[in-house]
């Protein structure tokens, strides 16, 4: 085994020097000139959060070639992006079977899987800063190829899916010292125009639900020129309630129909929450274990026609350390999914990181109903760890987060 230091600095360079195609074979490469490592393989996670897609596997003659799908639910896989730590088994031929998460500021891309002659915490420590490495080439790379967004398609995608799924953010989850948002959609099978919505300022956080009535391509273009008012709204530096005027202005121009939605603008130095309700079902606040739905006033969705001049009101919110604050779309809770208890699954997931509360979330809709489901069902989380957390640090290693890397036989998470 080459005694080197695998630094991060030497990957990325390493990586930049190739093709965007083939990047992270170089990764899988430098593992197995390292630490004579075997099977190195990059797992993928799919669109819809279900299964894993083996997208390059560097010790194999069709090195970066290979789309072998794996189940996520109840797999160590599953268990690793989870806690965001390694997990450690026998190979069974003498070796260690190392898997890592490849994760970028809170959002899970996939796993880095290795078996390697030796796994020390030295070896280790450099695996997990091989993943980190990964997740930042796959980040940026994406831009210049479809093999990722290729790859990710475990089913058949739509037209109308196609669009929903590219006005969404690129990062379905963010980590910052005073939060953590992520954000989950299970598509219904005639696309029903959901979107979610987050972007970081210096001093301001801004989110965003839409539901553009309608269903398939026409949902989609209505949620398209939704957020794209939106989104040149807030660029230009409009406030909330401009922004949400802008909205409504578009669709009534175009004459493309109807939208509720929520926008949120949230403080970072004191976690106050500027709120404007068109016509969208009220989020639910979790504070102190208790679950209550927040009493927004309604304004007309964005789109209707007045006889007077639509007024976006704008309404305030305090958000205290450890609040966890959802906004939910109506297939959240619409005919089969409201056999779901939203706010009891919110209580028991509030351990959870908002990644993993927004999956099962999305999981138990989506298996209420039938995995068929009627409408668009949508959740976005927001956790608030306090104004300038300097005691919170989200640049963590995937493998520095605490105990040791689990090994067989340890109890999953919570």
């Known amino acids: ?44 996670v799919d669109l819809i959060g279900e299964e894993l897609v083996r997208l390059t596997t560097a010790d194999g003659p069709e090195s970066g070639h290979d789309m072998e799908r794996v189940a ?27 898997v890592a998460p490849v994760t970028n500021r809170g959002d899970c891309v996939g796993v880095l899987e290795a078996t390697l002659p030796l796994a020390d915490d030295s070896v280790l420590r450099q695996v997990a800063d091989a993943a980190h490495a990964l997740a930042y080439i796959i980040v940026t790379d994406r831009r210049f190829t479809d093999l990722y ?107 493309r129909g109807l939208a509720t939605g929520q926008l949120l603008r949230v403080t970072l130095d004191d976690g106050r929450v500027e709120l404007i309700n068109a016509g969208h079902p009220r989020p639910l606040l979790l504070r102190d274990g208790v679950v209550e739905e927040l009493p927004l006033r ?13 007024v976006y009101q704008v309404q305030e919110l305090e958000l205290l350390p450890g609040d966890r604050l959802l906004l939910l779309t109506d297939g959240m809770q619409e005919r089969a999914a409201a056999d779901v208890d939203l706010p009891a699954l919110v209580r028991e997931t509030r351990h959870l990181h908002p990644r993993e509360a927004v999956r099962v979330l999305v999981t138990a809709v989506r298996d209420a109903c039938g995995g068929h489901l009627q409408d668009d069902a949508t959740v976005l989380c927001l956790d608030w760890h306090g104004a300038r957390n300097a005691d919170r640090h989200v640049a963590v290693r995937d493998g520095d987060r605490g105990p040791a890397p689990s090994q067989p036989g340890d109890a999953g998470p919570a």
């Open 149 to 255: 967004h290729r790859a990710r398609r475990t089913t058949t995608t739509s037209l109308a899916a196609e669009i929903q799924h590219h006005l969404l953010p690129s990062a379905a989850c963010c980590e910052g010292a005073e939060f953590s948002v992520a954000g989950g959609l299970v598509p219904a099978d005639d696309i029903g125009g959901d979107t979610y919505d987050y972007t970081l300022d210096r001093e301001v956080l801004h989110l965003s639900i839409t539901d553009a009535m309608g269903h398939d391509t026409e949902s989609a273009l209505l949620a398209t020129l939704l957020l794209g008012a939106l989104r040149g709204a807030r660029r230009a530096g409009y406030d909330i309630a401009a922004q949400a005027h802008s909205a409504h202005r578009a669709l009534l121009d175009h004459k």
């Open 1 to 44: 085994m080459d005694g080197d230091v695998l630094g991060l600095g030497d990957v990325l360079a390493e990586a930049e020097e190739a093709s965007p195609v083939e990047s992270v074979d170089v990764v899988a490469r430098n593992l197995q000139k390292r630490f004579g490592a075997d099977h190195v393989s990059f797992l993928l």
């Open 72 to 98: 996520l639910r109840g797999s160590v896989y599953e268990k690793v992006l989870r806690s965001q730590r390694p997990h450690v088994e026998p190979d069974g031929r003498g070796g260690k079977l190392v």
């Open 298 to 310: 309604p304004n007309l969705p964005f789109g209707v026609a007045s006889p007077t001049p639509v």
